[in-house]
């Protein structure tokens, strides 16, 4: 069965390094997601990506962001300078015109 | 903006229970409903979906129907297990812009004990 696939899943950096989180979508699905779940907390959305541009994002994807979509096949979140509340569960997502989300295992990211 | 809305946990029952978690939902447009089920140190697993009004989505001993006239889609299984222990997020997912954007609740935690 086709899945997403997330790596790594679990990630220590030091606050301020830079660090990209990497996902495989299902391969014929058009719309990339990442969404974030600090612990005990709700599933935050952070960026839509379709055709080969950023659709949607909300108020936390903010410079300290970016997304690309390197080849066919990666689908990339770089956290420029991260923050000790950058830490939490990082979630990939990819749907095709039917809307249903697949998820990714998620990475899970420490910013000590 | 869309919105969901899920009773608060965490949700506590004994084994062969009765479960309802209550999830209501505001979208401008007409949005595809979803319950996902996260098991204690993994991701999100999509554990049902509905499309259109009236739809009834079901996996699992688990069942939601999509109430339009209520904006609801509430979960209920009619005999839970220890394995069912889980966080379970209510979603919508409405076209905004180019894309489809999963909107979800807080989340409702339940344990099951034997």
């Known amino acids: 069965e086709p899945e997403v696939t997330q790596t790594p899943s679990h990630q220590v950096t030091q606050m301020g390094q830079e660090v990209i989180l990497r996902c495989v979508p299902i391969?014929?699905?058009?719309?990339f997601y990442w969404y974030r779940q600090i612990l005990g907390q709700k599933v935050e959305f952070l960026v839509s990506?379709?055709?080969?541009?950023?659709?949607?994002k909300s108020e936390i994807f903010d410079d300290q962001f970016s997304v690309e979509r390197p080849d066919g096949s990666n689908f990339t979140l770089k956290i420029r300078s991260t923050k000790l509340e950058d830490s939490a569960m990082y979630f990939c997502?990819?749907?095709?015109?039917?809307?249903?989300?697949?998820f990714g295992q998620g990475t899970r990211l420490t910013v000590v | 903006g869309n919105s969901v809305t899920q009773m608060e946990g965490p949700v506590t029952l004994s084994e062969e229970a009765f479960l309802t978690i209550n999830c209501t939902y505001t979208a401008t447009g007409y949005p595809s409903l979803f319950w996902y089920v996260q098991y204690p140190g993994e991701g999100l697993q999509l554990l049902l979906k509905?499309?259109?009004?009236?739809d009834k989505g079901s996996n699992k001993g688990f069942e939601a129907t999509y109430r339009k006239e209520t904006t609801s889609f509430h979960l209920e299984k009619g005999s839970v297990q220890v394995s069912d222990s889980a966080v379970y997020f209510c979603?919508?997912?409405?076209?905004?812009?180019?894309?489809?954007?999963?909107?979800f609740g807080r989340g409702t935690s339940l344990i099951v004990h034997p």
């Open positions: 391969s014929n699905h058009l719309y």
């Open positions: 990506f379709y055709n080969n541009e950023i659709s949607e």
């Open positions: 509905a499309t259109k009004a009236d």
């Open positions: 979603a919508l997912s409405d076209r905004t812009g180019g894309s489809y954007i999963p909107t």
């Open positions: 997502a990819s749907s095709d015109e039917r809307a249903e989300a697949f």
